[in-house]
């Protein structure tokens, strides 16, 4: 099985900046995708950033320019720079993975972390 783990969520005053982690463990052969949701209260998910295996990257509109998703293959795990952050990016953020496991290496199959709460405020 996999486990998706988020981290570096808290409260941050409007202009500043946090980086989140995603740690994807157990039984992981490959990660292909990888991405951030957001979901604010009241509003529906929303994809903020994804990241190909091979680097290639794209973001939600409202954050282009502002955050830049990263990952270290060799610790599967995957990051979320927040810079400029505004009030309207409070919400939980929640990691995605496609994953091939050693049971079905031919098989992507998509995990979601529990996420981890971003507050923008003064």
């Known amino acids: 099985q996999v486990q998706l783990v988020e981290s570096g969520g808290g409260l941050v005053q409007p202009g500043g900046s946090l980086r989140l982690s995603c740690a994807a463990s157990g039984n992981i052969f490959s990660i292909n995708d990888m991405a951030w949701y957001r979901q604010a209260p009241g509003k529906e998910r929303e994809l903020v950033a994804a990241i190909t295996s091979g680097g290639s990257t794209n973001y939600a509109d409202s954050v282009k320019g502002r955050f830049t998703i990263s990952r270290d293959n060799a610790k599967n795990t995957a990051y979320l720079q927040m810079n400029s952050l505004k009030p309207e990016d409070t919400a939980v953020y929640y990691c995605?993975?496609?994953?091939?496991?050693?049971?079905?290496?031919?098989?992507?199959?998509?995990?979601w972390g529990k996420g981890t709460l971003v507050t923008v405020s003064s």
């Open positions: 995605n993975a496609r994953v091939l496991t050693y049971t079905w290496k031919s098989n992507a199959i998509a995990y």
